[in-house]
């Protein structure tokens, strides 16, 4: 069964980083590309960025509109996927999301991690 569960959320001040994790079980981790999405309430989900299955080279893309601020990164011994970011401002806040790509299975969701930058 597919699992992905994020963390490392929570309240920090402007200018300050947090690093969510995302740390998933149920399929073969370094096959599939894994992505982390951000939404606002009352917006659209937003594409942060996507890593490459380490087979493809782990590459990174990140969305349009992200800032450079931001880091994404894999770990497979941990099967685990990690976002790195700094310099938080308070238009990052949102709920984190991380999504597993697993082709014809479909994708997988996290449940979520929040984030709120305030003073």
């Known amino acids: 069964q597919v699992h992905l569960e994020e963390s490392g959320g929570g309240l920090v001040q402007p200018g300050g980083s947090l690093r969510l994790s995302c740390a998933t079980s149920?399929?073969?981790?370094?096959?599939?590309?894994m992505s982390w999405y951000r939404q606002v309430p009352g917006k659209e989900r937003e594409l942060v960025g996507t890593i490459t299955s380490t087979v493809a080279g782990g590459s990174v893309f990140y969305g349009r509109s992200v800032p450079d601020r931001f880091t994404i990164s894999r770990d497979d011994f941990k099967a685990t996927v990690n976002l790195q970011l700094n310099s938080l401002e308070p238009e990052d806040s949102a709920v984190y999301y991380c999504?597993?790509?697993?082709?014809?299975?479909?994708?997988?969701w996290g449940q979520g991690t929040r984030v709120t930058v305030s003073s």
């Open positions: 149920g399929f073969s981790f370094s096959e599939y590309p």
């Open positions: 999504v597993a790509d697993l082709g014809e299975r479909g994708d997988y």
